[in-house]
């Protein structure tokens, strides 16, 4: 079993819909489980043409669907995972306006990551990009992240996803603001860490669920570095606009591959566990690990 994931290129809604209606007809034909996540105007159209034909189809809306690249890969394995044996026959059309560099970043990334996550289903995937509207880079990356292109034949620009993963983790940097506050982190009784960071999302101004997250997340993290880690081992808080961020580092020399934490683990008993839980709990986490120790840095946008 092997994923087809390719990407189509499209201008307008009604070459949107010369495509994604016979991708999706034809796994209704095949009697797959047929996912459209699409945006407005698109997913109504679609619904619109097919009419009682679209029955079994699931239309979802992108805008709630494409919130955080982790969340949306476990959506994405508990649909196969459910759909089992039956195969997933997905039209997927990402959000890209509304987020941060960084965050974009992400997003492409998690798309390279589809390609590893269900590199062992025979699920079909198709992902629409709107040519007329998205920026030139977005267009690029699309190319790069999916072996397939829908209408233009081989694809000589797609990167194996882990040497892909590297250049995303080479276009970070990770500056430390001078205003940060510091504290050290020397026991496994980490009450008073946890509430220390309890206190600066709380002026921060984080919702009660975000705060409980972010204490959790740097619980965790700081737990692996004392763990794994080498001392000493500490955390930094600073504000970036409406961004808290949270960053646990050690002085240990791990070497991460480039998809760690990104890959859903097993269980709680393989090694990622804990990185992919916190990946899960933030908005974003960043990786630096090198000769100078290992950082895991957490953004919580407000």
């Not at 459910?82 to 970043?105: I, N, Y």
């Not at 603001?177 to 026991?187: D, F, K, L, Q, V």
């Not at 984080?206 to 997340?217: E, H, I, K, P, W």
């Not at 890959?263 to 916190?278: D, N």
């Amino acid at each position: 079993m092997t994923l087809d994931h390719a990407a189509c290129l499209y201008g307008g809604t009604d070459d949107f819909l010369t495509v994604a209606v016979p991708f999706l007809r034809a796994g209704l034909e095949r009697e797959e489980v047929v996912v459209a996540v699409a945006e407005e105007p698109n997913l109504g159209a679609l619904r619109d043409v097919l009419g009682p034909d679209g029955g079994t189809v699931a239309f979802i809306d992108s805008a709630g669907f494409y919130r955080h690249p982790i969340h949306t890969l476990r959506d994405y394995q508990a649909i196969a995972k459910e759909s089992a044996p039956r195969r997933v026959c997905a039209l997927a059309e990402p959000v890209w306006s509304g987020w941060t560099e960084r965050q974009t970043l992400e997003w492409i990334r998690y798309e390279s990551l589809i390609n590893v996550v269900f590199a062992d289903t025979d699920a079909q995937a198709m992902c629409m990009y709107d040519t007329g509207r998205l920026p030139e880079d977005i267009l690029f990356a699309a190319r790069r992240t999916h072996p397939g292109l829908v209408r233009e034949g081989a694809n000589n620009a797609y990167v194996d996803p882990e040497v892909f993963a590297a250049g995303c983790d080479r276009r970070l940097t990770f500056d430390r603001p001078g205003h940060a506050e510091y504290t050290a982190i020397e026991s496994a009784d980490l009450h008073r860490l946890r509430a220390f960071v309890a206190g600066r999302a709380e002026r921060h101004g984080l919702g009660r669920q975000a705060a409980r997250n972010l204490v959790t997340a740097v619980n965790e993290a700081a737990a692996n570095a004392l763990r794994h880690g080498a001392p000493p081992v500490g955390l930094w808080t600073w504000r970036d606009g409406d961004t808290l961020v949270c960053e646990v580092g050690d002085h240990g020399y791990w070497r991460a591959g480039p998809l760690t934490g990104f890959v859903p683990p097993a269980s709680a008993l393989h090694r990622g566990f804990g990185l992919w839980t916190v990946r899960l709990l933030v908005d974003l986490v960043e990786l630096r690990s090198g000769w100078d120790g290992t950082f895991v840095r957490m953004h919580v946008h407000r």
